[in-house]
């Protein structure tokens, strides 16, 4: 009995062996029930198509998708397997339907779906079947989703008609979408989206609300509402884009369905316009911050250009550069207090000399510029010999008011009377005077100004200029044309030779500052060289200006003197000329700062480094100034470490073609200029302000 | 210093045009190289937690749903642990969000998702209940899951899935490129990420109608 009922059991097991290993045609779940069908009516006749397809039954509420599933879903996906030439086209989807679900919008279907397959048969077919195997992979979904997958396969006798589902292909075939005879779309990017326009549409279309699909999947916002309007027969929409677009395609194909109607119709259309740049690079714009400044300088207005050049120039006065000069004209002042109109012819002296002097430094720049000279701001004390006279001019200065030497007794009498009877030429070479010293400080305002006077007509850049000097020699015109400032000074008495000396004391600070700048230009012997020469000329003033001396001793120490200075002169020289062969030094190199030039900066761009350049001199007291503040700050330097920006600097104490380009570029012409970078080399860099803050740096890295 | 208040002055009036002349969104504004949306979200232990808490640091965002056969694909492979961890490593801020609304079928309590994720061996920094639907919306996530990547900076330069092989299939995970490992290799090391948007795929979130 065992033995016969485990007979019977293998039997059994044996005879259903076949059905369990091999797929059939219908595979169902508890979502749907998914068959292979074939459509077949002639048989499989050598190169004649045939239709298969995948038929999905849905159980209520369930749903599959379009082959733009919208904003979620995956398409249902068939993979046949057929004998060699037999090739199977792409699914023909029929319309779909719009499913929102929340927020969001899916396309697909439910019910009863047939997804037919054109299948071409070659011409030498000539079996007498054709077999057929399917594996379909399927997104169902209700409001919980479901993968799914059959193996299906079926064989396809050859010489008879095969069409056991052929309404079913008929209804699904009749609701692929069809092409619209006599219509002609066309599209184009704008600021709200994608703007297709569709013209010859059916006539009994006209006035009513349409759907459209797009045939390609994340390019448009599925669920986002559409602007559309009728215009006769046209029909125009506006589809926003995918706020996560990863496709810019250059012509899409889209299926319309009309309100009422249950069948759609494909139209495609080329599309114009630039597609906005897909997910720009790392860099972002924090949507609330303020832009960053431009790198070229806004459009000033004259009228506006002139009043910062003016501001900018009473700055100057509190330059250090400017200061000790300043302090000698004060000294002038307690001299002439009772003479009010001394004073004021003075003080009109002193403004022309100024406004001259800034209009023909001006005019000079402006014709060597002409002249194709890569010239800037400041460029004057470029030239170490320029800087050795100023110098050495500031030493007999200093040393006159320190009382060393008289001017009366240097100088041949008949010019030291010149001076005392002119002094309205004093007071205009005095503004001579302070303007050469003044300019290469680059003040707040006065960056843009002469960024723009270099852009204008000769005539308005001048009178920028002159502007300027107006404002430097403002606050000691307004002095000396108030009277009241005049009956405040003290009347003249022995204080005056106390302060006089006092006044020596800033002089001698300007001058180891210009010692400073020739070391940085010509090195250490440069400046030892200097400091030698200027010891020497200070002999000879003793040595000729002192009273109390007698005229042998005078000649003998004289002699010495000029001997001494001969010999730092030919120390001096030499040193200046070994240090004024070109190898511009573009930068010191150090722990954080390396050189720049044009070309770093271009690669560090393309690297996607963000980069901050230091445009200094030596000469700059701002720069140097910034350079030991703001630059040396740990926060600022840990906040430069912490972003990755490379840090250049660019060097301008000597004269430098490519900085002055470069400087040129962000509409400048002196130094100091900071330039932050950011990652997104499509960007212009921000242009800081010429004193730094440690806040300022800070909030700009913030803002990379 | 005068052109930098002029430009500020003109962009605070810009700003505050735009501000006033556009049209709230109903859904989504987070854009690809934009700064990430702010928020402020609970998480499964009852903490808040805010995008401004991980500021200059990297975030990775992942919306996820137990209930969603993609990130089963993911989490049973190991697939998704395995991602979280080598951004951990890294010094990433990894946050898991669910934004399933509370009457959804596949909703889960806060304690039951934590518990989920522990099983899983799964380690975001922290997982984030959005079940208002808020944080979802903010940042257009619309399938579960759906991954963004947030740079140092706050900018959003990755949002998409987490995969180029949009299937359910474990066995597609070995052969596809991970475009979150990609997309962080690339930021940390300060480069522009190459593929910075893709089709996200997977199961739609459950927002409230």
């Known amino acids: 009995m065992r033995l016969l009922r485990t007979l019977l059991a293998i039997l059994t097991l044996g005879s259903s062996l076949p059905t369990l290993a091999a797929p059939g045609t219908v595979v169902t779940t508890d979502q749907v029930r998914a068959e292979l069908v074939a459509h077949a009516p002639q048989g499989v006749v050598a190169g004649q198509p045939i239709w298969l397809g995948l038929s999905i039954a849905h159980q209520p509420h369930w749903h599959t998708y379009w082959k733009n599933p919208g904003d979620s879903g995956l398409p249902t996906t068939l993979q046949w397997t057929l004998p060699e030439g037999v090739k199977a086209g792409e699914i023909e989807w029929p319309t779909p339907k719009r499913l929102p679900i929340g927020p969001l919008v899916n396309h697909g279907y439910d019910g009863k779906l047939l997804l037919p397959v054109r299948v071409e048969v070659p011409a030498g077919f000539a079996a007498d079947s054709l077999p057929i195997k399917l594996h379909a992979e399927w997104l169902v979904c209700k409001d919980v989703c479901i993968p799914e997958s059959g193996d299906f396969a079926l064989d396809l006798p050859a010489r008879a008609a095969w069409s056991p589902q052929a309404a079913a292909f008929d209804a699904a075939l009749a609701s692929a979408p069809r092409a619209l005879a006599g219509a002609t779309a066309s599209a184009s990017l704008t600021d709200s989206g994608l703007q297709i326009e569709i013209g010859g549409l059916p006539a009994d279309w006209a006035g009513k609300a349409i759907e459209l699909f797009p045939e390609t999947a994340g390019v448009l916002d599925n669920a986002a509402p559409r602007q559309a309007a009728w215009n006769g027969n046209r029909w125009t929409v506006t589809v926003p884009l995918s706020d996560q677009r990863f496709e810019s395609p250059q012509r899409m194909d889209a299926v319309l369905v009309p309100a009422g109607g249950a069948v759609g119709s494909r139209i495609g259309f080329a599309i114009a316009g630039n597609w906005p740049k897909l997910a720009p690079a790392a860099a972002a714009v924090p949507a609330a911050a303020p832009l960053p400044a431009a790198s070229t300088a806004p459009p000033l207005g004259l009228a506006a250009a002139l009043l910062f050049a003016l501001i900018g120039g009473a700055i100057l006065n509190l330059m250090p550069c400017v200061f000790p000069v300043l302090s000698l004209k004060v000294l002038g002042f307690a001299g002439h207090a009772h003479d009010r109109r001394a004073l004021m012819l003075g003080g009109v002296a002193y403004t022309a000399g100024v406004v001259l002097s800034f209009i023909g430094l001006a005019a000079l720049l402006l014709v060597l510029r002409a002249g194709g000279e890569q010239l800037g701001w400041g460029f004057q004390l470029q030239s170490p010999a320029v800087i050795a006279v100023l110098a050495a001019l500031f030493t007999l200065i200093g040393l006159n008011l320190a009382g060393v030497f008289e001017f009366g007794s240097v100088l041949p009498s008949g010019l030291a009377s010149l001076r005392a009877r002119h002094p309205l030429v004093d007071s205009l070479l005095t503004g001579v005077l302070a303007v050469a010293v003044a300019s290469p400080c680059t003040a707040p305002f006065m960056g843009a100004s002469l960024g723009l006077a270099a852009t204008l007509p000769a005539a308005e850049a001048l009178a920028i200029f002159g502007a300027l000097g107006l404002g430097m020699a403002l606050p000691y015109l307004a002095a000396s044309l108030w009277p009241g400032l005049a009956r405040t000074l003290p009347r003249p008495g022995a204080w005056m030779a106390r302060f006089k000396v006092l006044m020596a004391f800033p002089m001698f600070a300007t001058v180891v500052w210009l010692v400073w700048v020739i070391g940085q230009q010509t090195g250490i012997d440069g400046a030892a060289a200097l400091l030698a020469t200027l010891l020497a000329m200070a002999f000879i003033a003793w040595a000729l200006g002192t009273p109390g001396i007698g005229q042998v001793a005078r000649a003998a120490f004289g002699v010495v003197g000029v001997a001494s200075l001969v010999l730092a002169l030919s120390w001096m020289l030499p040193a200046f000329q070994a240090a004024a062969s070109p190898a511009p030094r573009t930068g010191e190199a150090g722990p954080h700062w390396q050189p720049w030039s044009e070309q770093r900066v271009a690669e560090l761009r393309a690297a996607g480094k963000p980069v901050f350049v230091d445009f200094t001199a030596a000469w700059c007291v701002t720069c140097q100034y910034n350079k030991r503040s703001t630059l040396a700050n740990a926060e600022v330097m840990a906040d430069f470490a912490a972003r990755g920006v490379v840090l250049l600097r660019a060097d301008w104490t000597r004269r430098d073609a490519a900085i002055t380009a470069a400087l040129a570029g962000f509409g400048r012409n002196g130094v100091p200029v900071y330039a932050l970078y950011g990652a997104d080399s499509a960007r212009p860099p921000q242009i800081l302000a010429e004193i730094l803050s440690v806040r300022e740096v800070r909030d700009a890295l913030a803002r990379l | ?209």
């Open chain 2, 1 to 209: 210093m005068h052109n930098n208040t002029a430009v500020r002055l003109a962009s605070i009036v810009t700003a505050l045009g735009a501000a006033l002349s556009a049209p709230l969104p109903a859904f989504a504004a987070a854009a690809v190289g934009q700064a990430a949306p702010a928020f402020s979200a609970t998480d499964t232990s009852g903490k808040t937690v805010s995008l401004a808490d991980f500021k200059g640091r990297t975030v990775v965002l992942e919306w996820v749903n137990p209930g969603c056969p993609f990130v089963r694909k993911h989490y049973d492979s190991a697939n998704m642990q395995a991602t979280q961890k080598s951004a951990a490593a890294k010094g990433v801020v990894w946050l898991a969000i669910n934004s399933t609304h509370a009457g959804a079928s596949d909703y889960l309590a806060p304690a039951a998702l934590a518990g989920w994720m522990k099983d899983q061996g799964a380690a975001p920094a922290a997982t984030l209940m959005d079940a208002d639907g808020k944080l979802g919306r903010a940042y257009g996530a619309r399938t579960t899951p759906h991954m963004y990547v947030i740079d140092a900076r706050g900018a959003l330069v990755y949002a998409g899935a987490i995969d180029n092989k949009p299937t359910a299939n474990p066995a597609d995970i070995k052969g596809a490129t991970n475009h979150v490992n990609q997309a962080l290799a690339e930021t940390l090391a300060g480069k522009p990420v190459s593929v910075a948007t893709s089709q996200a795929y997977g199961c739609s979130v459950k927002y409230a109608d």
